[in-house]
């Protein structure tokens, strides 16, 4: 059997700007999927499996220029919430795409994985940035910006909650089209965000590095903000950001986010986490203590 495992990662700040070429902070965290692979003359696979190994299978096939591909059996077991902004879609293409290299007897490094990913993530997204299966593949924390070399940043900081603001009614390729139009019909003020966006991003850098928390609060503050100029954040998530802000926290969403229902999982920081814990039980939201910065795709 060939395993291989990917984590989900988390937008620190900058997610959509960086479509456009903007720097964006992201992390990996410790919820991981894990993909199998058992050579099998009789692979059976459930609809949703079949449609992955179909995209997958044929990425590869293509880049590779392979014709044939024996048959096998898949495992896909995850502890990452699908669509909720963690990544999952990029933590299953990468470790199917390593699985599947390895599998097929193909000498690969993490470079080779990630671009076949972002190939996979044009079929899911439509025009991603890189920046997630790029942060899932390396892990880590990670300043990403498109046709650069990501950079690892050292930080103090690396403890979050994550709050459930609701499943994303909009896929992340909605959203990011969303976006496109709203770029489209006021070009000025939307340029003006992701400008701001980048000047907080290098902020956090700073911030992460030093630990100062206070200093945290308040980027992770202003770039919600932003995102919710951008038009990407729901009502709900906005209410549940303000009520974690009441208590001397700071809240965004991480990702692509949704307007019509949920907003997805809620990137949350409190000087002291139980706060966050606290606030979300009496509220009754589902949450996730997450660490940020830990490894990319493992064997
Ligand atoms: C999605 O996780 C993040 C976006 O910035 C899209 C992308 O970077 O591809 C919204």
């Known amino acids: 059997m060939i395993k291989f495992s990917a984590p989900g990662k988390i937008h620190l700040l900058g997610e959509h700007a960086v479509v456009y070429g903007k720097p964006a902070l992201l992390a990996a965290i410790d919820l991981r999927v894990t993909v199998s692979i058992t050579p099998s003359p009789q692979a059976l696979a459930s609809k949703q499996k079949e449609n992955i190994k179909k995209i997958i299978e044929s990425i590869v096939k293509k880049t590779l220029n392979i014709r044939t591909i024996?048959?096998?059996?898949?495992?896909?077991?995850?502890?990452?919430?699908?669509?909720?902004?963690?990544g999952s879609s990029s933590a299953v293409s990468s470790a199917y795409i390593a699985a599947l290299l390895s599998f097929l007897n193909i000498k690969w490094n993490l470079e080779d994985v990630s671009s076949l990913a972002y190939e996979a993530e044009k079929v899911f997204h439509g025009n991603p940035s890189g920046a997630d299966n790029t942060t899932v593949i390396f892990g880590g924390i990670l300043w990403y910006r498109k046709k650069t070399e990501p950079v690892?940043?050292?930080s103090q900081i690396k403890q979050f909650v994550l709050i459930d603001s609701g499943k994303p009614v909009e896929s992340t390729k909605e959203m990011v089209e969303k976006v496109r139009i709203k770029l489209q019909e006021s070009r000025i003020k939307v340029q003006k965000i992701f400008d701001d966006q980048e000047r907080l991003v290098k902020e956090l850098i700073v911030a992460l590095k030093e630990g100062d928390q206070n200093q945290l609060v308040n980027i992770i503050r202003e770039g919600e903000r932003n995102l919710e100029s951008l038009g990407v954040v729901s009502k709900r998530a906005q209410e549940i950001i303000r009520l974690v802000e009441k208590v001397g926290g700071a809240a965004k969403i991480s990702g692509a986010g949704g307007v019509k229902s949920g907003s997805g999982m809620l990137l949350?920081?409190?000087?002291?986490?139980?706060?966050?814990?606290?606030?979300?039980?009496?509220?009754?939201?589902?949450?996730?203590?997450?660490?940020?910065?830990?490894?990319?795709?493992?064997?």
């Not at 024996?70 to 963690?86: A, K, M, R």
């Open 268 to 299: 949350c920081y409190h000087k002291n986490s139980k706060a966050l814990l606290a606030l979300a039980k009496k509220n009754h939201l589902p949450t996730l203590s997450i660490k940020a910065g830990e490894k990319g795709l493992l064997q």
């Open 70 to 86: 024996p048959s096998y059996n898949l495992t896909i077991s995850s502890q990452i919430p699908i669509g909720s902004g963690l």
């Open 152 to 154: 690892q940043i050292l």
